[in-house]
């Protein structure tokens, strides 16, 4: 059993890895830099995708209840039409049943 002294736990070497030069502090910033402009450049992608999703959905959720309350419309207008025409069956019935009597 390994233990805390082991070398397998022990901290790695310090230093480039064997056949890498040494980096200098100079790479070190340049990379953090890049890393950096890197990072905003994709939290600008996806706060710009964010909000194209959001007006996307909001045309979307829109269109949909623009389809829905003409639907509801439609069926209005039939409804009353329906009724209209009932209507005026009963009234034409009720003047044949007047003029029979």
Known sequence: ???FNS???APAVPGPAPGQKESSTDDRDEINKLLEES???VAKIVQTSQAKIAKNLQTEVHMS???FDKSIHLQFQQ???EINELRRIAKEA???FDRVW
Request: proline share 6%.
């Open 65 to 67: 209840f623009k389809k």
């Open 7 to 9: 070398p397998v736990l």
């Open 39 to 41: 990072e905003a450049r």
């Open 1 to 3: 059993r390994a233990g």
């Open 79 to 81: 409804q009353q039409h």
């Open 94 to 96: 009720q003047n044949n």
